[in-house]
């Protein structure tokens, strides 16, 4: 059986630092306001007490995944292993893909007049290695699964601002922050 591989995100573990973000921004070297790889503050509501909350985004390399059914050059495939990758070569920079991706994952660069997003580091991957963004965070708060043999019993797919994970079928899960008194234990 193939692999299906997706993010696990551990709002619990992330703090907001970043590391994952910038260190994926500089491996690329992304264009100025370009990023791949997004941390945000969550809602109070998500947690229901004054806690800071932190998740950090990227593509979510989704099973139906509505950036490659809008690609009208095919610049967009599926892997066997559920990585959804985008072929900058090919690419056009009409932006539909953009446009009809619900979680705002692909950006266009301005310099290259292409349309850019996460490749979960298949490259990386390929060769045994982590992701640059599993690698750098500092609090193990991203981590790479093969949801064939793992399917986490605390997780979920979608968080508050997030669009309908019935619409692209995201492979990205979160554990979510247990409400109450939060204790950080690292």
Known sequence: MAKKLGFLVNIERCIGWHACEIS????YQLEPNMRRRRV?????ELVGTPVRAFVSTACNHCDEPACKKACPVGAYTKRED??????QNMCIGCQMCGK??????????????????CSMCYDRLDVGQLPICVEKCP???????????VEPSNSV??????????????TTHFILPKPGKQTRRF
């Open 24 to 27: 994926c921004k500089s491996f």
């Open 40 to 44: 945000t503050e969550l809602p109070e």
């Open 82 to 87: 559920g990585i959804v990758v985008h072929d």
């Open 100 to 117: 009809a991706c619900p979680y705002g994952v692909p950006q266009f660069n301005p310099v290259k007049k292409k349309m850019d997003k």
């Open 139 to 149: 609090l193990e708060a991203i981590q790479i699964v093969d949801y064939n043999e």
């Open 157 to 170: 797919s979608v968080v508050p601002t997030f669009a309908d994970p019935s619409i692209t079928h995201p």
